[in-house]
């Protein structure tokens, strides 16, 4: 993937690849933000290192469920390729061999799941979906969503832990940036109108 001047510019991305925390705190707040833009509910967002039945990680965001219907595959899919996308933003020249040992295998490996039982089984389809279809879409998402993403975040590396309740207050909360206000603004003078 190449560094264009719209993932260059993204706020906090040269400091994630410095500070591992931070980026990782990104990662999962990723996941969240997907999870919570289709109303996938999920109970706590956590960063750090830990050993989960014989697995090192990173950090997780713990799904309410882990039972995917076919009307919910393709949105648990976005919600795990938010976080294998999130890394391919902050660090477009790695590849995915190194992408698998920073931990996105696992994003990858569940969204391949979601969408093959969607597909029912198909595995051309599957792979057209997800690199022509999802990836883009969530590609698109996370980089439209990044205040949010680093907000959230920045307080899940100093908390070490969120909640879902904890997460949706964050990402309600009204950001500084003039132009976010605006918008924030005209989508409330469209809703006083209905
Ligand atoms: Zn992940």
């Given at each position: 993937m190449k560094l264009t001047d719209e993932i260059r510019n993204l706020r906090g991305r040269k400091q994630m690849l410095r500070d591992r925390r931070l980026h990782d705190a990104c990662h999962e707040a990723s996941h969240a933000v997907m999870a919570l833009h289709h109303g996938h509910p999920f109970t706590i967002v956590l960063v750090g290192d830990e050993t989960v039945g014989g697995q090192r990680l990173r950090g997780r965001l713990m799904l309410a469920s882990g039972r995917v219907y076919t009307d919910t595959a393709i949105p648990a899919a976005k919600v795990a390729l938010a976080g294998h996308c999130f890394n391919r933003i902050v660090n477009?020249?790695?590849?995915d061999a190194v992408l698998g040992l920073l931990g996105t295998m696992g994003d990858l490996r569940m969204a391949i799941d979601c969408v093959k039982f969607w597909a029912g089984g198909d595995d051309a389809q599957t792979e057209f979906i997800i690199f022509k279809s999802i990836v883009p879409q969530v590609h698109k998402f996370l980089i439209e969503n990044w205040e949010t993403i680093l907000r959230i975040g920045t307080a899940l590396a100093a908390r070490g832990k969120l909640s879902y309740a904890e997460v949706k207050k964050l990402a309600a909360t009204k950001s500084t940036a003039p132009r976010i206000k605006w918008l924030e603004k005209n989508v409330l003078d469209k809703a006083s109108r209905i």
């Open positions: 477009p020249h790695v590849n």
